[in-house]
């Protein structure tokens, strides 16, 4: 269920995968291009079994990149790819014919897997090539005089360990400081509510949703009466805290599921999931009436103030994001000039 905390979005989630898409690209040049440089050169020193692989490593990453721009499945790709490049890094290593510098190039396993494949898969990855490096290096071990080359293994494990603890802390990091941005970027920070640029993005979303499951759902679009006049007679502090009210009173007569938008200095947008109009009337009302009552004390002096409301029902008063917030802004500026004729501030316009 949509909660009123910030949720993952699918443009957030599109974000996120253009960036992997962008990154596995650039990787996907690198490795094939130093490839086929130390195909050549292996080929050069005739260690021919790894030149082999390496062409064809170069050879996999030019058809990935052919792939890669259009596949909806890029995790399962990512992973695909990873395993061949640290397989084939494994095998030189076992086959000594990489026996350490194997090791170097299974260093870059822990970066790439947390750029590519997120902390969990990532990590997952990372630990399993670890596992698999440290075992085939020893297994693989030239003999020395029958003993085990204990410094080896500690400064494998601990170049592999602190690579991948540093990777790990930036994915982390990067993860967490995108997530704050975009919920920064997201809401108001006044009154705590998603802003306008959130509303079209969530409108989006229930569209979709509520097309699947053929049910309505409302907009309301709600204006404080006269907000200029309650700024220049009380201060803007007054307005302010007049803001906070009225998204308070908000939350309050609403459900969690509901959705709530500051959308421009006193206006505000709800979006009811599964409402008909009928109910969403009732609701506005309410709001509207508890609102009337309210008296918010500035400096020991009580301010009353009004909204007007218009609202739209989907798909039946417009069936996209544009039609529907002009039907519920028409009904909107009607309700205000009823109210202004009949000297009320306040008037919702029913259909
Ligand atoms: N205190 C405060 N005032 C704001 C904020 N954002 C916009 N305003 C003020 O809101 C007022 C809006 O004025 P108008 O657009 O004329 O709206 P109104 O006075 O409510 O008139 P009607 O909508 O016709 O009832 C302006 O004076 C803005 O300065 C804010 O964040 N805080």
Known sequence: MPSRSFMRSPAMWEDEVAYRR???????????????????????????????LESCITLYCLLFLLRVQRTSHLHWWTSGLML????VIIYGMYSKGLYTDG??????????????????????????????????MLWAQPALDGSLDVALLINASVSYLFLWGMSHIFEYKRVQMVRQLREIAARDPLTGLHNRLHLENIFGQIAVSHTAANTPFTLLLLDIDHFKHINDENGHEAGDLILCQLSQRMTVHTRASDWLFRVGGEEFCILLPKTHKADAIELAERLRTDIEKLAPTFHKHPIHFTVSIGLAQWPL???????LYRQADMR????????????????????
Request: net charge positive.
């Open 103 to 136: 090791f170097y190039w299974l260093l870059l396993m822990p970066p790439v897997n947390m750029l590519l494949l997120g902390l969990l898969l990532g990590g997952v990855f990372t630990f399993c090539f670890g596992v698999l490096g440290v075992s085939v």
């Open 84 to 87: 061949t490049v640290g397989g």
């Open 332 to 351: 909107l500026y009607e309700a205000k000039r009823r109210g202004a004729t009949r000297s009320l501030p306040v008037c919702i316009k029913l259909k």
């Open 22 to 52: 962008t990154l596995l690209r650039i990787i996907l040049w690198v490795i094939a291009l130093l490839a086929f440089a130390l195909s050549l050169s292996n080929l050069h020193h005739d260690v021919k079994t790894v030149s082999i």
């Open 317 to 323: 008063d417009g069936q996209d994001f544009d039609a």
